[in-house]
């Protein structure tokens, strides 16, 4: 079974541009997360989809982050403008949990967007 | 979300018995302790979960006391693959719960060495 798949696996673009990052979750898991870790920080929270609908997202930085998902598959995470201060690298995540039974959720990452703003 | 305490760095020889331990004294009744481990230049892989007691799969053992205010991480005989940054998160990844905002702290970096 394919886990969380990225793309682009890297990417370089100039201060101002536009860049759109995807993810493809595992088939099947209605939930879908985005994380950050920008350079010297930890790892964040950036938002998270259950389907097509956002559930929470507290941890996005400003509104020059757009994220969607469209049909409740795979998601796109829009950064526009880009800052110097954006670059890092952006994980995505899913989970098939629906919150009804008594198990914890188990939530699987991808290996990452790397992004680098100049 | 309740805050975590791990080492910053073990270090441990191929073949030795590895236990990271996590301190969360301010774990909420709703709240599972996960962790992960995670190589340079990828994604943090799920190693394990657990709410209570012990739980094992066929990498690791997760130990948990009765009083869920901390929890070891057990990595039987080792070995140099196993050199990573392994992260203790605890979170309401349960029914109702946050389901989803983890909070990463800096991890423990293990070096596991011939």
């Known amino acids: 079974e394919a886990g969380v798949t990225q793309f682009p696996s890297h990417s370089v673009i100039e201060k101002g541009q536009t860049v759109t990052l995807r993810c493809d979750p595992i088939?099947?898991?209605?939930?879908l997360y985005w994380y950050r870790r920008v350079m010297g920080k930890e790892i964040k929270f950036l938002l998270h989809f259950v389907k097509e609908s956002k559930q929470d997202e507290s941890g996005m930085p400003n509104n020059r982050f757009l994220a969607e998902r469209t049909g409740g598959t795979y998601s796109t995470l829009k950064v526009q403008p880009a800052e110097l201060e954006d670059s890092g690298v952006y994980f995505c995540a899913s989970s098939q949990y629906d919150g009804t039974d008594q198990s914890g959720n188990t939530i699987y990452f991808g290996e990452g967007s790397w992004l680098t703003v100049v | 979300l309740a805050k975590t305490t791990q080492p910053i760095s073990m270090d441990s020889y191929e073949g030795q018995e590895v236990n990271i331990t996590c301190s969360h004294n301010n774990i909420a009744t709703n709240d599972y302790i996960t962790w992960y481990q995670q190589f340079p230049s990828q994604g943090p892989r799920f190693i394990i979960q657990?709410?209570?007691t012990k739980v094992t799969n066929e990498v690791a053992s997760l130990f948990i006391p009765a009083d869920r205010k901390s929890s070891t991480l057990s990595l039987p005989r080792v070995s140099l693959s196993d050199t990573a940054v392994y992260y203790c998160?605890?979170?309401?990844?349960?029914?109702?719960?946050?389901?989803?905002?983890?909070?990463f702290g800096k991890g423990t970096k293990l070096s596991v060495k011939p």
């Open positions: 088939s099947g898991h209605d939930n």
């Open positions: 998160l605890v979170g309401d990844m349960g029914y109702g719960g946050s389901q989803g905002n983890l909070i």
């Open positions: 657990g709410y209570k």
